[in-house]
């Protein structure tokens, strides 16, 4: 879906913008949407760098603390002076000292590579015309989940990317209703209907979904509302959704879960040590439960959790 239409005068010009971008820290938020869409290239190997991240920032990895994303603390510092850095960081809500003491990490990090004059990052030209899916946010999540319910030659490409098919229920049963809009991925639901929305993976014996995403999901019966998500949900009864409403299911090694709620409203970022929407733990907490989870013991007990099969007179054969 990538079509390389631009010359070697384009990685010429983005790099002149990124040795630039300090100097126009008032279009900050557009330059770097437009950069963002670049995939970097490295100078040295990736194990390479995983290795001196994972040396200079062991204390934090060690205690399981801290929240760095790859933005504003990894390739930002590589790439900016001081000055622009701590100013960008600013407008983030960092301090010029916490900004400063990062930086100066990322840069003793950087004088421990010989790069023979060569610089750390460089952009990548994937032309003007890819299309760029950012899942990294709830709203962004949901708004590229549902491009699949959508007209247009993007919505085209994702769906022939995916391999999915809008209004095909796939084995669902014949009393289950589905939009010419809808995709129902490996799906098993007896009866409902599904409006405007991305299902996948889902077993249920009723669904009533309009304009929601549902992925992993088993359930008795669930109901759904506009924007609503559930992620990788096990519910042995009613599993009820509201509009704009999250849910998600962390299961421990022991078979259990923990049942995590918010909403697109929510700002993750800023309510990461706060617990919400009645939750009985923060999202911090829930992560580190994760962190100590073996996948191999999960994924066992995860497949051996009960689903609530259909009765089969009513599923497609």
């Not at 205690?63 to 790859?70: H, I, Q, T, V």
């Not at 669930?222 to 990788?232: L, Q």
Request: hydrophobic share 40%; glycine share 10%; net charge positive.
């Amino acid at each position: 879906m990538v079509r390389r239409r631009h010359t070697g005068k384009s990685i010429a010009k983005l790099r002149q913008g990124l040795r630039g971008l300090d100097r126009h820290l008032g279009r900050l938020d557009l330059l770097e949407r437009r950069l963002l869409r670049f995939p970097v290239h490295l100078a040295l190997r990736p194990a390479a760098l995983l290795e001196a991240l994972s040396a200079e920032f062991a204390a934090e990895l060690e205690a399981k603390r801290g929240c760095f994303d790859s933005d504003p603390h990894w390739w930002m510092p590589m790439t900016l002076r001081l000055d622009a850095y701590v100013t960008m960081m600013g407008q983030k809500g960092t301090s010029s000292k916490d900004a400063t003491a990062h930086f100066n990490r990322i840069e003793k990090l950087l004088a421990g590579f010989d790069l023979g004059g060569a610089h750390l990052l460089g952009p990548v030209d994937v032309g003007g015309d890819a299309y760029w899916w950012d899942y990294g946010q709830l709203k962004l999540y949901l708004r590229n989940a549902v491009r699949l319910v959508e007209d247009g030659k993007e919505a085209d490409a994702m769906r022939e990317f995916l391999s999915v098919k809008r209004g095909d229920k796939g084995l669902c049963g014949e009393a289950f209703g589905i939009d010419a809009y809808s995709t129902a991925s490996s799906c098993r639901i007896a009866e409902g209907a599904a409006k405007r929305s991305v299902l996948a993976s889902v077993d249920a014996i009723r669904v009533e979904a309009e304009g929601a995403v549902l992925v992993n999901v088993t359930a008795s019966s669930i109901r759904a509302g506009e924007g609503a998500i559930a992620y990788n949900v096990v519910e042995a009864g009613e599993l009820v959704l509201k509009p704009g409403e999250v849910c998600t299911d962390v299961f421990a090694e022991d078979g259990s879960k923990l049942r995590q709620r918010s909403t697109l409203e929510t700002d993750g970022g800023t309510k990461w040590k706060v617990r919400q929407s009645g939750n009985t733990k923060t999202m911090g907490r829930a992560t580190r439960l994760q962190l100590r989870l073996q996948p191999s013991c999960a994924r066992r007990r995860r497949c051996r959790r009960p689903r609530p099969r259909p009765p089969r007179c009513a599923l497609r054969r």
